[in-house]
Protein backbone atom coordinates (compact mmCIF):
# COMPACT_ATOMS: atom_id res chain seq x y z
CA UNK A 1 0.00 0.00 0.00
CA UNK A 2 1.10 3.94 -0.16
CA UNK A 3 2.22 5.19 2.68
CA UNK A 4 0.15 6.04 5.47
CA UNK A 5 -1.41 9.03 6.51
CA UNK A 6 0.61 9.89 10.10
CA UNK A 7 1.08 12.90 12.59
CA UNK A 8 4.40 13.89 10.90
CA UNK A 9 5.49 14.31 14.79
CA UNK A 10 5.16 10.47 15.07
CA UNK A 11 6.74 9.91 11.66
CA UNK A 12 9.90 12.21 12.98
CA UNK A 13 10.34 10.26 15.75
CA UNK A 14 10.40 7.18 14.97
CA UNK A 15 12.59 7.58 11.73
CA UNK A 16 14.98 10.25 12.88
CA UNK A 17 14.72 10.32 16.61
CA UNK A 18 14.38 6.39 18.81
CA UNK A 19 15.53 3.15 17.83
CA UNK A 20 12.85 1.21 18.27
CA UNK A 21 14.79 -2.01 17.43
CA UNK A 22 16.84 -1.60 20.67
CA UNK A 23 13.98 0.41 22.72
CA UNK A 24 13.28 -3.16 24.60
CA UNK A 25 16.99 -4.28 25.55
CA UNK A 26 18.48 -0.94 26.48
CA UNK A 27 16.85 0.18 29.33
CA UNK A 28 16.35 -1.93 32.35
CA UNK A 29 12.44 -0.70 32.34
CA UNK A 30 12.46 -1.51 28.44
CA UNK A 31 13.80 -5.05 29.38
CA UNK A 32 10.92 -5.18 32.18
CA UNK A 33 8.44 -3.81 29.63
CA UNK A 34 9.15 -6.87 27.34
CA UNK A 35 9.46 -9.74 29.93
CA UNK A 36 5.91 -8.42 31.41
CA UNK A 37 4.44 -8.18 27.76
CA UNK A 38 5.60 -11.52 26.82
CA UNK A 39 4.33 -13.12 30.22
CA UNK A 40 0.98 -11.74 29.87
CA UNK A 41 0.50 -12.55 26.30
CA UNK A 42 1.49 -16.09 27.11
CA UNK A 43 -1.26 -16.19 29.33
CA UNK A 44 -4.20 -15.16 26.38
CA UNK A 45 -2.11 -17.00 23.39
CA UNK A 46 -4.13 -20.25 21.62
CA UNK A 47 -1.43 -22.65 21.63
CA UNK A 48 1.02 -22.11 18.90
CA UNK A 49 0.82 -22.25 15.51
CA UNK A 50 -2.15 -19.44 15.56
CA UNK A 51 -1.49 -16.45 13.26
CA UNK A 52 -1.26 -13.27 14.84
CA UNK A 53 -1.63 -10.05 13.39
CA UNK A 54 0.81 -7.42 15.23
CA UNK A 55 -0.38 -4.08 14.14
CA UNK A 56 2.38 -1.08 14.97
CA UNK A 57 4.81 -4.12 15.49
CA UNK A 58 7.69 -1.56 15.13
CA UNK A 59 11.20 -3.20 14.53
CA UNK A 60 9.68 -6.79 15.02
CA UNK A 61 10.92 -7.24 18.67
CA UNK A 62 7.70 -9.23 19.74
CA UNK A 63 7.02 -10.95 16.75
CA UNK A 64 10.76 -12.31 17.02
CA UNK A 65 10.10 -14.14 20.06
CA UNK A 66 6.69 -14.81 19.15
CA UNK A 67 7.95 -16.32 15.40
CA UNK A 68 10.23 -18.62 17.91
CA UNK A 69 7.42 -19.21 19.88
CA UNK A 70 5.60 -20.83 16.92
CA UNK A 71 3.37 -18.08 15.80
CA UNK A 72 2.82 -17.11 12.06
CA UNK A 73 3.21 -13.78 12.35
CA UNK A 74 2.11 -10.58 9.83
CA UNK A 75 3.26 -7.20 11.12
CA UNK A 76 1.98 -3.62 9.81
CA UNK A 77 3.57 -0.30 10.79
CA UNK A 78 3.57 3.08 8.92
CA UNK A 79 7.20 3.54 9.17
CA UNK A 80 9.55 2.71 6.57
CA UNK A 81 12.36 1.41 8.83
CA UNK A 82 10.46 -0.88 11.06
CA UNK A 83 8.80 -2.47 8.42
CA UNK A 84 12.44 -3.05 6.66
CA UNK A 85 13.79 -4.18 10.34
CA UNK A 86 10.59 -6.14 10.84
CA UNK A 87 10.84 -7.90 7.26
CA UNK A 88 13.58 -9.82 8.34
CA UNK A 89 11.97 -11.59 11.19
CA UNK A 90 8.53 -12.43 9.48
CA UNK A 91 5.72 -11.01 6.85
CA UNK A 92 6.03 -7.01 7.29
CA UNK A 93 3.99 -4.40 5.22
CA UNK A 94 3.36 -0.67 5.52
CA UNK A 95 -0.17 -0.42 6.80
CA UNK A 96 -2.15 1.58 9.41
CA UNK A 97 -4.06 0.49 12.58
CA UNK A 98 -7.01 2.48 11.89
CA UNK A 99 -7.83 0.66 7.45
CA UNK A 100 -6.07 -2.51 7.94
CA UNK A 101 -5.56 -3.91 4.11
CA UNK A 102 -6.49 -8.01 5.62
CA UNK A 103 -10.10 -10.24 5.28
CA UNK A 104 -12.73 -10.20 7.75
CA UNK A 105 -11.88 -13.26 10.50
CA UNK A 106 -8.57 -13.73 9.19
CA UNK A 107 -6.63 -13.93 12.35
CA UNK A 108 -6.56 -15.97 15.91
CA UNK A 109 -4.44 -13.14 17.70
CA UNK A 110 -4.84 -9.01 17.10
CA UNK A 111 -2.53 -7.11 18.90
CA UNK A 112 -2.04 -3.61 19.02
CA UNK A 113 1.19 -2.53 21.18
CA UNK A 114 1.91 0.97 20.12
CA UNK A 115 -0.77 1.71 17.93
CA UNK A 116 -3.82 3.25 20.38
CA UNK A 117 -1.26 5.72 22.11
CA UNK A 118 -0.12 7.82 18.95
CA UNK A 119 -3.86 8.51 18.39
CA UNK A 120 -4.95 10.87 20.47
CA UNK A 121 -8.27 11.43 18.89
CA UNK A 122 -11.20 8.87 20.14
CA UNK A 123 -12.54 8.43 16.70
CA UNK A 124 -9.11 7.04 15.16
CA UNK A 125 -8.61 4.67 18.85
CA UNK A 126 -12.67 3.19 17.94
CA UNK A 127 -11.63 2.74 14.13
CA UNK A 128 -8.22 0.80 14.97
CA UNK A 129 -10.19 -1.39 17.49
CA UNK A 130 -12.87 -2.05 15.15
CA UNK A 131 -10.92 -2.81 12.36
CA UNK A 132 -8.59 -5.33 15.43
CA UNK A 133 -12.48 -6.80 16.09
CA UNK A 134 -13.66 -7.06 12.28
CA UNK A 135 -10.00 -8.75 11.21
CA UNK A 136 -9.72 -11.44 14.44
CA UNK A 137 -12.11 -14.71 13.99
CA UNK A 138 -14.92 -15.08 16.36
CA UNK A 139 -13.41 -16.29 19.92
CA UNK A 140 -10.07 -14.88 19.05
CA UNK A 141 -8.16 -12.25 21.19
CA UNK A 142 -7.23 -9.05 20.71
CA UNK A 143 -4.30 -7.19 23.00
CA UNK A 144 -3.97 -3.75 22.99
CA UNK A 145 -1.44 -1.48 24.92
CA UNK A 146 -1.47 2.43 26.03
CA UNK A 147 0.81 4.60 27.88
CA UNK A 148 -0.74 4.96 31.43
CA UNK A 149 -2.31 8.64 32.04
CA UNK A 150 0.51 9.32 35.01
CA UNK A 151 3.66 7.73 33.25
CA UNK A 152 5.26 10.85 32.63
CA UNK A 153 4.90 11.87 36.71
CA UNK A 154 6.47 9.27 37.61
CA UNK A 155 9.31 9.11 34.83
CA UNK A 156 10.10 12.56 35.33
CA UNK A 157 10.50 12.46 39.12
CA UNK A 158 12.53 9.53 38.62
CA UNK A 159 15.09 11.42 36.25
CA UNK A 160 14.89 14.52 38.57
CA UNK A 161 13.17 16.69 36.18
CA UNK A 162 10.60 17.64 37.83
CA UNK A 163 12.18 20.96 39.64
CA UNK A 164 12.35 22.71 36.49
CA UNK A 165 9.08 25.00 35.68
CA UNK A 166 8.92 23.68 32.20
CA UNK A 167 9.07 20.55 32.75
CA UNK A 168 6.28 20.93 35.64
CA UNK A 169 4.05 22.58 33.27
CA UNK A 170 4.49 20.13 30.81
CA UNK A 171 3.75 17.23 32.79
CA UNK A 172 0.51 19.42 34.25
CA UNK A 173 -1.02 19.87 30.80
CA UNK A 174 0.09 16.01 30.23
CA UNK A 175 -1.89 15.00 33.22
CA UNK A 176 -4.88 17.48 32.41
CA UNK A 177 -5.62 16.91 28.92
CA UNK A 178 -3.68 13.29 28.61
CA UNK A 179 -2.07 14.18 25.25
CA UNK A 180 1.78 15.03 25.27
CA UNK A 181 1.92 17.35 21.69
CA UNK A 182 5.05 15.94 20.38
CA UNK A 183 6.58 19.15 20.27
CA UNK A 184 9.76 18.68 22.77
CA UNK A 185 10.84 15.06 24.30
CA UNK A 186 8.27 12.60 23.64
CA UNK A 187 6.27 12.37 20.51
CA UNK A 188 2.52 12.91 20.06
CA UNK A 189 0.70 10.67 22.70
CA UNK A 190 -2.64 9.87 24.18
CA UNK A 191 -2.03 8.43 28.16
CA UNK A 192 -5.04 6.13 28.79
CA UNK A 193 -6.69 5.45 31.92
CA UNK A 194 -7.03 1.53 32.76
CA UNK A 195 -10.97 2.01 33.31
CA UNK A 196 -10.92 4.01 29.83
CA UNK A 197 -8.63 2.17 28.15
CA UNK A 198 -10.86 -1.19 29.06
CA UNK A 199 -14.15 0.80 28.26
CA UNK A 200 -12.31 1.48 24.79
CA UNK A 201 -11.81 -2.32 23.94
CA UNK A 202 -15.42 -3.32 25.17
CA UNK A 203 -16.67 -0.11 23.17
CA UNK A 204 -15.22 -1.81 19.72
CA UNK A 205 -17.49 -5.01 20.36
CA UNK A 206 -14.55 -6.90 22.68
CA UNK A 207 -15.33 -9.28 25.65
CA UNK A 208 -13.87 -10.61 28.90
CA UNK A 209 -12.08 -7.19 28.80
CA UNK A 210 -8.64 -7.40 31.62
CA UNK A 211 -6.29 -4.90 31.93
CA UNK A 212 -2.81 -5.64 33.47
CA UNK A 213 0.28 -3.08 34.79
CA UNK A 214 2.56 -4.12 32.91
CA UNK A 215 5.57 -2.81 34.69
CA UNK A 216 3.54 -2.55 37.63
CA UNK A 217 4.13 0.53 40.38
CA UNK A 218 8.19 0.22 40.93
CA UNK A 219 9.69 0.58 37.48
CA UNK A 220 10.30 4.53 37.97
CA UNK A 221 13.18 3.35 40.76
CA UNK A 222 15.11 1.17 37.66
CA UNK A 223 14.92 4.84 36.05
CA UNK A 224 16.29 6.64 38.83
CA UNK A 225 19.53 4.01 39.23
CA UNK A 226 20.21 4.62 35.61
CA UNK A 227 19.36 8.01 35.86
CA UNK A 228 22.51 7.74 38.65
CA UNK A 229 24.93 6.37 35.91
CA UNK A 230 24.86 3.04 37.57
CA UNK A 231 23.23 -0.21 36.13
CA UNK A 232 20.56 -1.13 38.90
CA UNK A 233 21.33 -4.42 40.44
CA UNK A 234 19.79 -7.70 39.31
CA UNK A 235 18.17 -7.94 42.53
CA UNK A 236 16.19 -4.83 42.74
CA UNK A 237 15.56 -5.25 39.00
CA UNK A 238 13.84 -8.85 40.61
CA UNK A 239 12.13 -6.83 43.13
CA UNK A 240 10.69 -4.41 40.70
CA UNK A 241 9.26 -7.12 38.70
CA UNK A 242 8.00 -9.20 41.47
CA UNK A 243 6.26 -6.17 42.44
CA UNK A 244 4.69 -5.55 38.99
CA UNK A 245 2.96 -9.51 39.43
CA UNK A 246 1.84 -9.11 43.31
CA UNK A 247 0.25 -5.80 42.19
CA UNK A 248 -2.24 -7.37 39.56
CA UNK A 249 -4.76 -8.18 41.71
CA UNK A 250 -4.88 -4.84 42.67
CA UNK A 251 -6.45 -2.63 40.09
CA UNK A 252 -5.95 0.60 42.29
CA UNK A 253 -1.75 -0.11 41.71
CA UNK A 254 -2.82 0.04 37.69
CA UNK A 255 -2.23 3.70 37.99
CA UNK A 256 1.17 3.23 38.80
CA UNK A 257 2.32 1.26 35.99
CA UNK A 258 4.02 2.90 32.92
CA UNK A 259 1.85 0.69 30.38
CA UNK A 260 -1.64 -0.99 30.35
CA UNK A 261 -1.97 -4.15 28.59
CA UNK A 262 -5.66 -4.56 27.37
CA UNK A 263 -6.60 -8.38 26.82
CA UNK A 264 -10.34 -9.15 25.46
CA UNK A 265 -11.95 -11.46 23.25
CA UNK A 266 -14.34 -11.82 20.15
CA UNK A 267 -17.61 -12.99 20.62
C1 LIG B 1 6.53 2.45 20.84
S1 LIG B 1 6.35 1.70 19.27
C2 LIG B 1 5.93 0.05 19.75
C3 LIG B 1 6.45 -0.97 18.80
C4 LIG B 1 6.17 -2.43 19.23
N1 LIG B 1 4.78 -2.76 19.02
C5 LIG B 1 6.54 -2.66 20.67
O1 LIG B 1 5.62 -2.86 21.49
O2 LIG B 1 7.73 -2.65 20.97
C6 LIG B 1 4.79 2.31 18.62
C7 LIG B 1 4.56 1.83 17.21
O3 LIG B 1 3.24 2.24 16.77
C8 LIG B 1 3.35 2.56 15.40
N2 LIG B 1 2.20 3.40 15.00
C9 LIG B 1 1.99 4.71 15.22
N3 LIG B 1 0.83 5.12 14.66
C10 LIG B 1 0.29 4.01 14.07
C11 LIG B 1 -0.89 3.78 13.29
N4 LIG B 1 -1.76 4.75 13.02
N5 LIG B 1 -1.11 2.53 12.84
C12 LIG B 1 -0.23 1.53 13.09
N6 LIG B 1 0.90 1.70 13.81
C13 LIG B 1 1.16 2.92 14.29
C14 LIG B 1 4.69 3.26 15.30
O4 LIG B 1 5.18 3.32 13.98
C15 LIG B 1 5.55 2.38 16.21
O5 LIG B 1 6.15 1.33 15.51
Redesign the pocket.
Known amino acids: MSR ?1 E ?2 PE ?1 DRF ?1 TQV ?1 D ?1 SV ?2 SMSADGRL ?2 LR ?1 QEILRRFLPAPPAHVL ?6 G ?2 AQWLVKDGYHVDL ?4 VR ?1 VELAATVCSAAL ?4 ALEKADASYDVV ?5 L ?3 PDPA ?1 RQQ ?1 LREARRVVRRGGLVAA ?1 AINRYASLFEHVALAHLQTERLQLSIASILRTAVHDGKRGFTLAYFHRAEELANELRDAGFIDVRVFGVEGPAWSLLKAVEQSGSEPREELFQSVLTAARMAEPYPELLAASSHLLAVGKAP
Not at 54 to 59: E, K, L, P, Y
Not at 95 to 98: K, L, V
Open positions: PLAVYIERLELTDVGGGAVHIDPIHGDARQLLGPYHLDAA
